[in-house]
């Protein structure tokens, strides 16, 4: 005899400790399995493009800091180049190699985190892996602010350079996070990707096809694991990602372990470029001195840059006044979510937990 | 890196094709009319010559007289970045058609749009409000946009 069963709509958010931040979900359930998947968004809007268009361009890196809160670095990196792409400013060579220090950093950070939270999704484990990860992030955050006196709101990057030069003292502590980084690394893969109960649990599960993955306009890690090498610091290098040797590690199934496998390996190349700008750095400006006054001619602009979440630029419109006419955020995190209904559907809850965690966004971001 | 396809180069290259619905064109953009936008999409991804298989970005600005909508196309096989723009003109229910059949992508930038400028985009298969909630009056990014007064006076009320 079957039993006669009905689809269950469950609200998972948006104050639920497995969603990331304030996002919800709207599932739809036969039994224990998905039928229907919606995201709801919006909790955490802020209105930064509206924002923006009443602030001088100077004053819209602070909101920048604020979109993806794990990520400011990037953040700030991406805005301002966009400035300068607006006017055609030249910057110095030491102040690109100092974003690109701490942009790397910051991706560190960024995966350690999404990689983090990771086993806490899986149920169990006890959030080792998690307080691992925030160890080696609290010794990062702790180099962010001797650059720049904060450790999440950083606005490190200005138009024309940085806010100033990194002091005597943060060479040798950077020197000994990266002494101490690839050990740390390893420790963290053998304790996630060695263990069949994480195998066994994210192997196979949410795949995303290459393609759709293209054609849903995914970016960074997640359309990496999935076996597409699109990384644009190797695409349209901006700073001096042309001057330093890196891979693109690629996934190949495109399934949940993919894309925090995908994560780990991209934090051993931030380790290599961070190598090798400290070696190829110089003495000399940090700041081109011609940005003090900002007021850009009638235009656009965009710079596409890599994020640690994807793609992330600013569509800036200048009328010719101190404010940005408009400007808009592609932001990586928020488009991430287009597949969210295929990546859900058809499997339990509990690995949908795990598959959201796959896709690492940040609610910053998310909502604006 | 990146070659930036320049918007005479990509309106030479449609103009043969779909004619009258190229309607300008810049070194940064070319502009297409509104009805022709998703043929010409369809057409940019699908032909090999062109193959723009990922939707960058899709956004509108605001300038009063028209909206602008904004599709940035970005083809991996070629290295490519290239601009579409068309110009919606009217403020009440502007609307052209959706690119979602094209690129999957744009389904929730469409949505983005339609919440906050009030762009309207036919066929869309689920345009409602995204970083809104149901029930929000007007569209927040527009410039003639102003935040209804509250219905109690700080800080007494509540």
Same mark, same amino acid.
């Given at each position: 005899?079957?039993?006669?069963?009905?689809?269950?709509?469950?609200? %998972?958010?948006?104050?639920?400790?497995?969603?990331?931040?304030?996002?919800?979900?709207?599932?739809?359930?036969?039994?224990?399995?998905?039928?229907?998947?919606?995201?709801? %968004?919006?909790?955490?809007?802020?209105?930064?493009?509206?924002?923006?268009?009443?602030?001088?361009?100077?004053?819209?890196?602070?909101?920048?800091?604020?979109?993806?809160?794990?990520?400011?670095?990037?953040?700030?990196?991406?805005?301002?180049?966009?400035?300068?792409?607006?006017?055609?400013?030249?910057?110095?060579?030491?102040?690109?190699?100092?974003?690109?220090?701490?942009?790397?950093?910051?991706? %560190?950070?960024?995966?350690?985190?999404?990689?983090?939270?990771?086993?806490?999704?899986?149920?169990?484990?006890?959030?080792?892996?998690?307080?691992?990860?925030?160890?080696?992030?609290?010794?990062?955050?702790?180099?962010?602010?001797?650059?720049?006196?904060?450790?999440?709101?950083?606005?490190?990057?200005?138009?024309?350079?940085?806010?100033?030069?990194?002091?005597?003292?943060?060479?040798?502590?950077?020197?000994?996070?990266?002494?101490?980084?690839?050990?740390?690394?390893?420790?963290?893969?053998?304790?996630?990707?060695?263990?069949?109960?994480?195998?066994?649990?994210?192997?196979?599960?949410?795949?995303?096809?290459?393609?759709?993955?293209?054609?849903?306009?995914?970016?960074?890690?997640?359309?990496?694991?999935?076996?597409?090498?699109?990384?644009?610091?190797?695409?349209?290098?901006?700073?001096?990602?042309?001057?330093?040797?890196?891979?693109?590690?690629?996934?190949?199934?495109?399934?949940?372990?993919?894309?925090?496998?995908?994560?780990?390996?991209?934090?051993?190349?931030?380790?290599? %470029?961070?190598?090798?700008?400290?070696?190829?750095?110089?003495?000399?400006?940090?700041?081109?001195?011609?940005?003090?006054?900002?007021?850009?001619?009638?235009?656009?602009?965009?710079?596409?840059?890599?994020?640690?979440?994807?793609?992330?630029?600013?569509?800036?419109?200048?009328?010719?006044?101190?404010?940005?006419?408009?400007?808009?955020?592609?932001?990586?995190?928020?488009?991430?979510?287009?597949?969210?209904?295929?990546?859900?559907?058809?499997?339990?809850?509990?690995?949908?937990?795990?598959?959201?965690?796959?896709?690492?966004?940040?609610?910053?971001?998310?909502?604006? | 890196?990146?070659?930036?396809?320049?918007?005479?180069?990509?309106?030479?290259?449609?103009?043969?094709?779909?004619?009258?619905?190229?309607?300008?064109?810049?070194?940064?953009?070319?502009?297409?009319?509104?009805?022709?936008? !998703?043929?010409?999409? !369809?057409?940019?991804?699908?032909?090999? !010559?062109?193959?723009?298989?990922?939707? +960058?970005?899709?956004? !509108?600005?605001?300038? *009063?007289?028209?909206?602008?909508?904004?599709?940035?196309?970005? +083809?991996?096989?070629?290295?490519?970045?290239?601009?579409?723009?068309?110009?919606?003109?009217?403020?009440?229910?502007?609307?052209?058609?959706? *690119?979602?059949?094209?690129?999957?992508?744009?389904?929730?930038?469409?949505?983005?749009?339609?919440?906050?400028?009030? *762009? +309207?985009?036919?066929?869309?298969?689920?345009?409602?409000?995204?970083?809104?909630?149901?029930?929000?009056?007007?569209?927040?990014?527009?410039?003639?946009?102003?935040?209804?007064?509250?219905?109690?006076?700080?800080?007494?009320?509540?």
């Amino acid at each position: 005899m079957t039993l006669r069963t009905e689809p269950v709509v469950v609200s %998972i958010g948006p104050h639920h400790p497995s969603t990331h931040g304030v996002f919800r979900m709207r599932l739809t359930f036969d039994g224990e399995n998905i039928i229907d998947a919606e995201p709801v %968004i919006g909790y955490l809007h802020r209105g930064t493009e509206k924002l923006a268009e009443e602030r001088q361009y100077t004053q819209v890196i602070t909101l920048t800091d604020r979109l993806d809160y794990v990520s400011s670095m990037t953040s700030n990196q991406a805005f301002v180049l966009s400035c300068e792409k607006l006017i055609g400013l030249e910057v110095p060579d030491r102040g690109m190699y100092l974003r690109v220090i701490a942009s790397e950093l910051q991706r %560190i950070v960024s995966h350690l985190i999404g990689v983090g939270f990771f086993l806490q999704e899986l149920g169990g484990f006890g959030g080792t892996a998690l307080m691992y990860a925030f160890r080696e992030r609290e010794r990062i955050l702790d180099l962010f602010e001797m650059l720049c006196g904060a450790r999440i709101t950083v606005s490190y990057s200005r138009i024309g350079g940085v806010f100033a030069d990194a002091p005597a003292d943060f060479w040798p502590a950077l020197r000994r996070v990266l002494d101490d980084m690839p050990g740390y690394t390893d420790e963290l893969e053998a304790l996630v990707f060695e263990s069949e109960i994480v195998q066994s649990r994210t192997k196979g599960v949410s795949p995303i096809d290459p393609v759709l993955a293209v054609n849903a306009s995914l970016t960074g890690p997640v359309l990496r694991a999935s076996g597409v090498a699109w990384d644009w610091r190797k695409a349209a290098p901006y700073d001096v990602y042309d001057r330093v040797d890196f891979d693109v590690p690629v996934g190949a199934n495109g399934d949940n372990y993919d894309r925090f496998w995908v994560r780990i390996q991209e934090v051993r190349q931030s380790l290599r %470029i961070v190598e090798q700008c400290i070696e190829q750095i110089e003495p000399g400006p940090v700041r081109a001195t011609d940005a003090m006054l900002f007021r850009p001619p009638p235009g656009d602009s965009y710079v596409p840059t890599e994020s640690p979440k994807g793609e992330l630029g600013f569509y800036l419109v200048s009328d010719g006044s101190i404010a940005p006419y408009r400007c808009h955020v592609r932001a990586p995190s928020f488009i991430n979510l287009s597949l969210f209904k295929e990546m859900l559907v058809g499997w339990k809850l509990a690995d949908a937990i795990v598959s959201l965690g796959s896709l690492d966004f940040n609610m910053g971001e998310v909502d604006r | 890196m990146t070659t930036a396809v320049t918007g005479h180069e990509l309106a030479d290259a449609l103009r043969e094709r779909f004619g009258e619905a190229v309607v300008d064109s810049t070194d940064g953009a070319v502009w297409i009319a509104p009805a022709a936008i !998703a043929g010409v999409c !369809a057409f940019l991804r699908e032909d090999e !010559a062109h193959d723009y298989a990922l939707l +960058s970005s899709l956004t !509108a600005v605001d300038y *009063v007289e028209y909206f602008e909508v904004v599709y940035r196309l970005t +083809s991996l096989s070629r290295n490519a970045m290239t601009v579409l723009k068309v110009r919606v003109p009217g403020r009440d229910g502007p609307s052209l058609p959706t *690119v979602t059949p094209v690129w999957r992508g744009a389904e929730l930038q469409e949505r983005e749009v339609w919440d906050l400028m009030g *762009v +309207s985009f036919d066929g869309h298969p689920n345009l409602k409000r995204l970083l809104t909630w149901e029930g929000f009056e007007g569209h927040p990014l527009r410039r003639d946009y102003l935040e209804p007064p509250l219905p109690y006076t700080w800080p007494h009320g509540g």
